[in-house]
């Protein structure tokens, strides 16, 4: 793979040109099928956001550079193998403004690029000499977690209630984003004070997903993914909340019927708990807020910066850029 084939965006965040760099060392050998796989996925990385809080949090806690690039790669890699399988399990037919891997090579090229991916992350954390099993562990813990929130947002048929919605929302998204500075964090020496840090990235996750959930919902002009694949969303999960209409809602939710989508949707675009869910994200980016200043003194930058990038993707756009910015 060639790194001038590679969007590495390396005018943007230092750093990512040498992420491409190590990519085209790491990836697949040339003869192997998976290496045009891997070619056609990063021809597109997206932000690399994972990557660029690891080697944020290193340079600011001051680890040695190859250390911390190898660190930042495996955050990446594991991001992108879950969103390869991800892909999958929610037929995505496109990722990253081209055919999904599993639409473009077919299931099982998905299949063995993710798992391959995810050795190939194990392998590069493991090459810190001295926390490297610290380092593999947590992102065994973090891949874990994800899963698990990834199948409790394919399987929860029934309309989640608001306590259940925070539980799969934390799951799909927060372990993911705490990976990369707790393990630069580690790797630092740093193993106390870091509870105030996974508490702000959960919230920095809920106020993420809750606004993704609401702009499936508006404008009621695009037909809701969620509301079709009767996934959880916090728009309907407030929505469910409600008197008498939203016992007629949890009995059409309930049912196989898609007739009348459209209707349901309307209803609850122009409905109050759109003003309701967009204060759940603002209470939940308050809540990071308040936390930043209970993270050691080197992360607060990385954690500010964070926060910043969540509060750019929740201004009530609908915009694909924005809502990719940490995808």
Known sequence: MSPTNVTHHSDDFPGLKDLALLYKREMPDPQSALAAAAHYHFRNPGKSFRAQLALTS????????????HW??????LHNASLIHDDISDASTHRRGQESIHQHFGADMALCLGDWMVAKAFELGAKNARYGGNLVALLAQAMQETCSGQISDITQRERAELNEWQRIAKGKTAPLLIAPIKGAAIAAGLTTELHGLERLIE???????????????????????????????????????????GDDFNVWYKSDDLSNLS?????????????????????????????ALSVPPQLQPVVAGLIAKV???????????????IA
């Open 311 to 325: 509060k750019g993707t929740t201004t009530g756009t609908n915009s694909v850029e924005h809502q990719g910015q």
């Open 72 to 77: 930042a790669a495996a955050c990446e890699l």
């Open 203 to 245: 919230y920095c996750g809920l106020a993420y997903q809750g606004r993704n959930d609401i702009n499936d919902i508006i404008p009621s002009s695009h037909r809701s993914s969620d509301l079709d694949g009767r996934k959880p969303n916090l728009v309907v999960s407030l929505f469910a909340q409600r008197g008498s209409s």
């Open 58 to 69: 290193g340079i600011s806690l001051g680890l040695n550079p190859h250390d911390n690039l």
């Open 263 to 291: 209707q349901w949707q309307k209803r609850i675009a122009s409905s109050d708990v759109i003003l309701q869910a967009n204060q759940y994200v603002d209470y939940w980016l308050a809540q990071a807020d308040l936390l």
